[in-house]
T-cell receptor
Framework: DTEVTQTPKHLVMGMTNKKSLKCEQHMGHRAMYWYKQKAKKPPELMFVYSYEKLSINESVPSRFSPECPNSSLLNLHLHALQPEDSALYLC????????????FGPGTRLLVL | QKEVEQNSGPLSVPEGAIASLNCTYSDRGSQSFFWYRQYSGKSPELIMFIYSNGDKEDGRFTAQLNKASQYVSLLIRDSQPSDSATYLCALMMDSSYKLIFGSGTRLLVRP
């Protein structure tokens, strides 16, 4: 069982489409993360929200736009993606303090055509 | 030099054996260490975390940390075929939110 859910599980989009990935957590955590994982590679950090404020942006291209509407929800808005953006997108959460354990959601498998 | 180094494997062990997974890191400022298990096509699942030197045991899993030698290891006792997965070592620096991952070690447990 996971208390971090991600929707959709799979997404296929064209390079001109606009889509959004959604992450929801019911763990009472105050830090939420987006990671990108390519095949046979470890996850790479994209964004960190701490107490609903963007605290880390790992120089991610502007075609990825994060949003944290409240402490339970995290969105990743996608626009004009490239085929090389195809990957597994993982949401993670932690308590809110630095150095705390991160728990991953099941991920969204994205394919950009 | 990569910040976190893991042997990519595969590490192949027979069922019932002890699997030993190792990880070295380069930055002495690293404070928190994590082991995640990832099945093919799935998301990483936390196995263990360790902050202090020494051993930490949880069921069949034991994490070992040696900050002086800058290595952290994961021992899996009585390995089962269901333990076959990629094991990711990760660390966090002091006061950081950023998990720094190794490239992962693929473990195969032969029935």
């Amino acid at each position: 069982d996971t208390e971090v859910t991600q929707t959709p599980k799979h997404l296929v989009m064209g390079m001109t489409n606009k889509k959004s990935l959604k992450c929801e957590q019911h763990m009472g955590h105050r830090a939420m993360y987006w990671y990108k994982q390519k095949a046979k590679k470890p996850p790479e950090l994209m964004f960190v929200y701490s107490y609903e404020k963007l605290s880390i942006n790992e120089s991610v291209p502007s075609r990825f736009s994060p949003e944290c509407p409240n402490s339970s929800l995290l969105n990743l808005h996608l626009h004009a993606l490239q085929p090389e953006d195809s990957a597994l997108y993982l949401c993670a959460t932690s308590s809110g303090l630095p150095q705390e354990t991160q728990y991953f959601g099941p991920g969204t498998r994205l394919l950009v055509l | 030099q990569k910040e976190v180094e893991q042997n990519s494997g595969p590490l192949s062990v027979p069922e019932g054996a002890i699997a030993s997974l190792n990880c070295t890191y380069s930055d002495r400022g690293s404070q928190s260490f994590f082991w995640y298990r990832q099945y093919s096509g799935k998301s990483p699942e936390l196995i263990m975390f360790i902050y202090s030197n020494g051993d930490k045991e949880d069921g069949r899993f034991t994490a070992q940390l040696n900050k002086a030698s800058q290595y952290v290891s994961l021992l899996i006792r009585d390995s089962q075929p269901s333990d076959s997965a990629t094991y990711l070592c990760a660390l966090m620096m002091d006061s950081s939110y950023k998990l720094i991952f190794g490239s992962g070690t693929r473990l195969l447990v032969r029935p």
